[in-house]
């Protein structure tokens, strides 16, 4: 069996304007759902990491619980395992003030590379221990 097609494209500027229109649209949208998709990949990507935060400080309290628990008739291995959290805890903030780096505007943060000004100043949380 044999048979000419014949097409026929009868351009109207009217509807050549609308789907050219619609052609820019779909170009946008489509740019937006791949910046959609990759926005969506870090946040899943975050939401893992929290996950994963989450379940180490479920981990630590925990941990933290039975230990004290354990040593709750002894006060002599309770106050040095409180001493030992009280180290790691000053070591824990030290290496956070070392490495923030120091807000724009000056102010707060203590983040200047350093330790922290002696004295404590207006900051309420550093008491002796």
């Given at each position: 069996m044999s048979g000419d097609v014949h097409q026929h494209f009868y351009s109207d500027p009217t509807v050549r304007r609308k789907l050219d229109r619609i052609e820019r649209m779909l170009t946008v949208l489509l740019r937006q759902g791949d910046i959609m998709a990759g926005e969506l990949e870090a946040l899943q990507a975050q939401v893992e990491k929290n996950t994963e935060?989450?379940?180490?400080?479920?981990?630590?309290?925990?941990?933290?619980s039975t230990q004290i628990t354990a040593l709750k008739n002894d006060p002599v291995k309770?106050?040095?395992?409180?001493?030992?959290?009280?180290?790691?805890?000053q070591s824990l903030a030290d290496a956070v003030v070392a490495?923030?780096?120091?807000?724009?505007?000056?102010?707060?943060?203590?983040?200047?590379?350093?330790?922290?000004?002696a004295g404590g100043g207006t900051g309420g949380g550093d008491t002796p221990a």
């Open positions: 935060v989450d379940q180490s400080a479920i981990a630590l309290l925990n941990g933290l309770l106050q040095a395992f409180a001493d030992s959290l009280r180290a790691s805890s490495n923030t780096p120091a807000e724009d505007g000056g102010t707060g943060g203590g983040g200047t590379g350093g330790t922290p000004p």
